[in-house]
């Protein structure tokens, strides 16, 4: 048995080694570079075949892809629009600020629930900030990623590791931490993180550009102008008028996208459109033209979080192009003939037959093979027309529509699955819970459940996990454990606890960071190392999650495809991340504990 333990130990140093190459060199995938190693570790018999596949029924990927299917729920109801919002208004789009911004608050939010979870709950908002800011988003994942895990150090219920380690302390009689112990090592962690970030991360961050998409529609025609609203009140004199009725400048300069009554919004009006009192009106054009309507009608500009503003800005509405088919029904037939609005649903801004460009009223123009109509509307009216038999839809509609009228339910969804794991429930356990009843309440589809899952991070986080148990199975984990035991003793307890920091930061790399505090708090409280045992079970419950040089953290592997992040990216911003890390956390555990 000593033999092949002994063996064992060098063959799974040999494939550690090789996987880590390969992570290096960008060669290979991670996923199938991760595949390889799991496989060969069941090939070389340093675990039994089941345990090469056990990775993915553990707890960190289940919980990894029902935190995705989470997120996705958050996105569709527009949560994630109006947070991306809120944050691009107070920080504006400067890329420092934003950054601390964001970074601060995953943070705080990261103290009280799963990093993993607040990471997930932030990714839609940041793909929609960087989209609003044309920042690229290889600037601002890492971050807010890296944010997220130093949160988990703030308090005692943040993460795994500090749950863990009071577990451990009343197993071995010793007095477990407080709810807010560790609190003055995770602030100055966090503070540091932010500003770490936000005065180097132009040096830090990978410079990735976001890839150039097709020129927007609305830029095209230069018809990009902010959607604006006003609301009807009682004194306007454009009660009781219909729509036709409006002077033929309401719709060269100005467009009427669409109205809101009360909790019903109509897009693309019809011309028999009767206006009433309260009605909240949408338009598309000049702020001068704006301006001169809500003048002459007496109306009043809605306030800036004007709900049919938001709605219409979201990513379920958008501007697209169409082509009259060469044998259209609709040929020499006006929009008024077939009803264009009513049949559609979607405004039509401009027509274009040759060389005719058309911005004013254009109802009663005749249609003709080959003209262009560029339109506004949502996605699921304009999507409807890609198989039209008279209309060619140009533009690919991308997007989905938002689920209006669900973000409370969502939000209170994805709280709720958090807070059943405050209650002891595995956290894997309660967020597929919140996953299924993101699905049965019909906020997320089962197909889009499937598409939302990033199956290429699952494949890499359940393909790491039976290292852990290879290192187990060899002894490759007491080894170390007691070489080091035996080499720091009767060093200064600051050296005792630097070298911990480096030992249990090494380990979290390799298994997860909730293994390596159990490996390793046993040892640092039956061991005499010259040092109080309780601060030492605590450096490494903290240092336990110092995983920022490789993507094989749950937020780490959550960010990669999304950021476009390689592992040399993590290796060149995490490696700084991890030597402050480790110098904070030592010194203040030294110092406060």
């Not at 005499?528 to 450096?539: T, Y």
């Amino acid at each position: 048995t000593s033999a092949f333990m002994d063996s064992g130990v060098l063959i799974l140093g040999i494939v550690i080694a090789i996987t880590i190459i390969l992570f290096m060199s960008n060669r290979v995938r991670l996923d199938l570079a991760a595949v390889l190693a799991s496989l060969a570790l069941a090939w070389l018999g340093l675990i039994a075949p089941l345990e090469a596949i056990s990775g993915f029924a553990s707890n960190a990927v289940v919980a990894m892809a029902s935190v995705m299917i989470l997120s996705h729920g958050i996105e569709r109801t527009g949560v994630t629009s109006r947070l991306a919002r809120a944050i691009v208004g107070y920080a504006g789009k400067n890329e420092s600020r934003i950054i601390a911004t964001v970074s601060l608050t995953v943070g705080l939010i990261s103290s009280v629930i799963q990093n993993v979870g607040a990471a997930a709950l932030f990714l839609p908002a940041m793909r929609r900030i960087g989209k609003q800011t044309a920042i690229p988003l290889s600037r601002l994942m890492m971050p807010m990623g890296f944010a997220a895990i130093l949160g988990g150090t703030v308090t005692m219920i943040a993460s795994g590791p500090l749950i863990v380690v009071n577990d451990l302390l009343r197993q071995a009689g010793e007095k477990p931490f407080g709810l807010f112990s560790v609190t003055p090592i995770g602030i100055p962690l966090l503070i540091a993180g932010v500003a770490l970030f936000s005065w180097a991360g132009s040096r830090l961050l990978p410079k990735k550009e976001t890839a150039i998409s097709q020129p927007d529609v609305a830029v095209i025609w230069g018809i990009d102008y902010t959607i604006r609203t006003s609301i009807i009140p009682r004194s306007s004199p454009l009660i009781g008028k219909r729509r036709e009725d409006l002077p033929c400048t309401i719709g060269s300069e100005l467009h009427l996208l669409a109205i809101r009554n009360r909790n019903e919004i109509t897009i693309a009006p019809s011309r028999y459109t009767k206006f009433e009192a309260g009605q909240e009106l949408a338009f598309l054009g000049s702020e001068e033209a704006f301006n001169r309507f809500v003048m002459e009608y007496g109306c009043s500009a809605s306030l800036p979080n004007s709900t049919l503003k938001e709605i219409l800005d979201g990513e379920g509405f958008g501007f697209a192009e169409l082509i009259v088919r060469p044998k259209a029904s609709i040929i020499g037939k006006s929009m008024r003939d077939i009803g264009f609005r009513q049949t559609f649903s979607i405004e039509p801004l401009i027509h274009q037959s040759g060389q005719i460009e058309s911005r004013a009223d254009f109802s009663d123009t005749p249609f003709s093979a080959g003209d262009a109509i560029v339109a506004f509307g949502s996605w699921s009216s304009l999507r409807l027309l890609a198989s039209h038999q008279d209309l060619f839809l140009l533009t690919d509609p991308q997007e989905e529509e938002t689920r209006q009228g669900m973000g409370r339910l969502a939000v209170l969804i994805f709280a709720a699955s958090l807070a059943l794991t405050a209650t002891g429930m595995p956290i894997s356990l309660a967020l597929l819970t919140g996953a299924a009843a993101m699905i049965v309440t019909g906020i997320v589809t089962a197909d889009e459940a499937y598409r939302a899952v990033e199956w290429r991070t699952i494949v890499l986080i359940g393909c790491m996990i039976p290292f852990g148990i290879a290192m187990e199975r060899t002894g490759m984990s007491e080894i170390i454990s007691s070489s080091v035991s035996g080499a720091l003793a009767g060093a200064h307890p600051l050296a005792v606890m630097l070298a911990l920091a480096i030992l249990a930061t090494s380990l979290s790399l390799i298994i997860s960071n909730v293994a390596a505090t159990v490996l390793l708090v046993p040892l640092v409280l039956a061991a005499d190392l010259g040092a109080d045992p309780r601060s030492l079970a605590l450096l490494v419950a903290v240092c336990a999650q110092n995983s920022f040089v490789l993507p094989t953290h749950q937020v780490n592997a959550l960010l990669m495809d999304p950021g476009g992040y390689s592992t040399r990216d993590y290796l060149r911003a995490g490696s700084v991340m991890t030597i402050l890390f480790l110098a904070i956390a030592t010194i203040f555990i030294y110092v406060f504990i």
